[in-house]
């Protein structure tokens, strides 16, 4: 089959580039219509109870996780001058499209009691806005008596104040939504610039955006590192810049066509799939590493150009299939999950793995048939005496000192397997984000002063309709929320029981001393006064439902980390809940928000990686028993790629590195790359066992001269090009690229010197039994004058 494959692709040569060159511009055609996700990727599948509670709590409420915060903490702000500025300032902001609304301390309004209608106003605090300094200082004397405020607006202690910029959701989701964000910017610096007053940002919209521009554009520059780093080993590998040329057309095209299945199958370009382009250019090279020192290996043999591009897809078209394979494998098992990001990733990366193997077995024959000879210079690499020294070192070793490696890989084993139980599985809302940016300080700053700006909703149910009149059950919700502000999580919570409290302040003049949950008494009065406030339907639709039958209690926290976050809410916040708001009275209640939901959805994440991780294994395993045959063959090429794993997993527990999305996904990829030195250096060991029926310790020997070079060649590749992601600004993109480069790498030593080991140790062999690789002969080969011209030949 492979001599035909090869006899096909040589003859018809010049067709093969024509197609494959119509089929890379229609994928550069289908390329242009994917765009950037820009809406939060849902990891909670939606049929998870939580994530269907929580879309209709937003059809319900809205969203809660629109809100930018603009802050400042300098005494200079309530300065006449530069308190006009901040006023004028949300103010710009609003005219900005895409924002709903921007209230900052210079728009509050106070609730006022008009006994003679008998209803509450609402009146702004700074309307006219102040003309002296002296009148400025008593409006905000006032300000701070409201105590519904406190907390949210300004910090009463430390007088700190923010600007809350409400930002439409339907933007958040286009790629709009930067130019909102840089608008909103832009004015900010302009007020910074004109008041010499530092701002801070956070919130949400910020946060996602500013990291996902970020991400961005570290991922365009780490694909031009990648290509720039795999162009420089390739040259100082084969001394050739063809060599180095063509391999990278390859890749080249590969993320075209990347984009163009994007482009053909509708999807976006998530953080996961951006990450595709930098990976298929490292993990693409191999294959031309393999074909072009195959291709050199058997020139120098006979030094027959055509004859030897031939040999290069009879013998390893096949080990490079399946090492693609393998390969795709190892991205292919995240198509199992019932996360969509993932399957996403899955379902492109395995697709263009596949292409990838395609074009390299087509075009490396293809292009070098039409170049000249290799040169003397090209095939020195061949003869390399450090690296020829190097694989010297290893057959010494196999052949002489596997004890020595036997006990070394155990000693690794043992310590591996400890630091795997101190593994910690964690992850945080702002993951990742480098300790002395600018976006860490300013959370700091929010999390400091407004004790965090991230949202946790809480919704009491009281069980029946108009249930929320019931003054026996607002006084448990009352109850229920002292409770929770009684932690210092967060500001004090918003709710209708809130707005009660400042109801009866403003009922009793303003004074802060009456800022406090009604008595029995007192509640029919301020209901009646509440039945004509202005802004009843606002309030009606924040924190009531329609049937008055829900109470929405909202929270803003700080990025606590999932750990601290599944505590807070089952052992901190359940207890409260179960007693101030038990379900025998009727009372149900649901802990939701994006907060909540994220974190959930970082665990399933991890959940299904870990699935992924297993699934992996066993469909490699399968492969090599298809391929080999026998159990104790698969044990033998399985195991010296799960070490590298276990010793990664073990670094991680060590030094303290949490396992988060970022880190899981290293596995599952890993596996798939570095199994595939394995099946190259066990696909030679077959044919030299099987082909020339040599002795086992012979086999072993030679196939580790033979495949040792592109084993090498590969691993040095894979880990530079992995190691470049360490130069990352976002811990995530350091944790895949350190590990995974460290991962290959021990995976490389593993399969030079455990494999070869194992099976001088273990592997005995019945030749009766059929190998998976052809048994070669020379004499069935298709005659290079039936190939090409006569004039070439």
């Not at 900052?104 to 008998?118: E, F, P, R, V």
């Not at 229920?480 to 999580?489: K, R, V, W």
Request: charged share 20%.
């Amino acid at each position: 089959m492979w001599s035909k494959l090869a006899r096909f692709i040589l003859v018809y040569r010049l067709p093969l580039l024509i197609v494959i060159l119509l089929l890379t511009a229609f994928m550069g055609y289908m390329s242009r219509g994917v765009e950037r996700a820009y809406d939060y990727a849902a990891v909670v599948p939606d049929k998870d109870p939580d994530m269907q509670y929580f879309k209709f709590f937003k059809q319900k409420y809205g969203e809660d996780g629109n809100i930018l915060a603009i802050g400042v903490h300098d005494s200079s702000i309530y300065r006449l001058d530069n308190f006009r500025a901040w006023a004028a300032l949300a103010r710009k902001l609003e005219t900005i499209d895409g924002v709903e609304r921007a209230i900052s301390i210079a728009h509050l309004q106070y609730l006022h009691k008009d006994t003679a209608a008998g209803v509450f106003r609402f009146r702004p605090i700074f309307d006219p806005m102040p003309n002296t300094q002296q009148a400025l200082d008593s409006l905000l004397s006032f300000t701070r008596q409201l105590r519904f405020y406190s907390g949210q607006v300004f910090n009463q202690a430390t007088g700190a104040t923010v600007l809350l910029v409400s930002i439409d959701k339907q933007v958040l989701n286009t790629a709009y939504r930067e130019t909102v964000i840089r608008r909103i910017e832009e004015a900010c610096e302009a007020f910074q610039k004109q008041t010499n007053i530092e701002i801070h940002y956070a919130g949400l919209p910020y946060v996602r955006s500013t990291m996902a521009t970020k991400v961005t554009d570290e991922l365009n520059l780490f694909l031009i590192l990648s290509v720039l780093t795999t162009a420089t080993v390739l040259f100082l590998f084969f001394r050739s810049f063809k060599a180095v040329l063509f391999p990278l057309i390859i890749i080249g095209i590969i993320i075209t066509w990347t984009l163009g299945w994007m482009g053909i199958l509708h999807y976006q370009i998530t953080l996961l799939t951006g990450l595709l382009p930098p990976i298929l250019v490292v993990i693409g090279i191999p294959n031309a590493v393999y074909m072009l020192t195959k291709y050199h290996q058997e020139f120098k043999k006979h030094g027959n150009k055509i004859l030897a591009l031939v040999r290069v897809i009879q013998k390893i078209g096949v080990v490079t299939l399946i090492t693609n394979t393998t390969t795709a494998v190892g991205f292919g098992v995240l198509m199992s999950t019932n996360i969509a990001i993932l399957r996403e990733f899955g379902v492109v990366a395995s697709i263009n793995i596949f292409c990838t193997f395609l074009l390299s077995i087509i075009l490396i024959p293809v292009f070098f048939s039409y170049l000249p000879e290799p040169k003397s210079r090209h095939l020195r690499h061949l003869d390399g005496r450090m690296l020829n020294g190097l694989i010297n070192t290893f057959v010494h070793w196999v052949t002489h000192k596997r004890p020595y490696i036997y006990a070394v890989v155990l000693v690794l084993l043992g310590l591996s397997i400890y630091g795997t139980y101190k593994i910690r599985a964690i992850s945080y809302m702002v993951d990742d984000i480098p300790e002395h940016s600018r976006l860490r300080r300013d959370l700091a700053f929010f999390e400091k002063h407004f004790k965090g700006v991230m949202p946790l909703e809480i919704v009491v149910n009281t069980g029946k309709p108009k249930g929320t009149r019931s003054y026996s059950r607002l006084k448990k919700i009352n109850e229920f929320q002292n409770a929770l502000d009684s932690i210092g999580i967060s500001p004090p919570a918003l709710s209708m029981i809130t707005f009660l409290k400042a109801a009866r302040q403003a009922f009793y003049n303003q004074d802060s001393a009456y800022y406090d949950f009604p008595s029995n008494r007192e509640l029919p009065f301020l209901m009646r006064y509440l039945k004509g406030e202005e802004d009843k339907s606002a309030l009606t639709r924040s924190f009531l439902d329609s049937t008055e039958q829900e109470v929405r209690i909202s929270m803003k926290i700080a990025d606590i980390g999932s750990v601290s976050m599944d505590s807070l809410i089952h052992q901190v916040i359940a207890p409260k809940i179960k007693r101030y708001l038990p379900e025998k009275e009727g009372f149900k209640v649901h802990i939701t928000g994006t907060t909540p939901i994220f974190i959930k959805g970082n665990s399933y994440l991890i959940r299904n990686l870990k699935q992924s991780i297993l699934l992996a294994f066993v469909l490699i395993a399968f492969i090599m028993g298809l391929l080999f045959r026998s159990v104790r063959m698969v044990l033998v090429s399985v195991v010296p790629n799960f070490i590298p794993l276990l010793i990664t997993a073990g670094i991680m527990g060590w030094f303290g590195i949490p396992l988060k999305p970022s880190t899981a996904l290293i596995f599952s990829i890993a596996f798939g790359i570095a199994v595939d030195d394995a099946i190259h250096y066990l696909a030679r060991f077959r044919s030299e066992l099987f082909s020339r029926r040599v002795s086992v310790q012979e086999a072993v020997v030679v196939s580790l001269r033979e495949t040792g070079q592109g084993m090498v060649y590969t691993s040095i590749i894979l880990f530079f090009g992995f190691v470049i992601f360490v130069g990352s600004n976002f811990g995530g993109t350091v944790a895949l690229g350190l590990l995974t480069s460290l991962t290959l790498f021990t995976a490389m030593l593993t399969n030079l010197i455990l494999l070869p080991s194992l099976l001088l140790s273990f592997d005995k062999y019945d030749r009766r039994r059929l190998a998976w690789t052809e048994s070669y002969d020379e004499s069935k080969e298709p005659k290079t004058s039936t190939i090409t011209s006569e004039k070439e030949t």
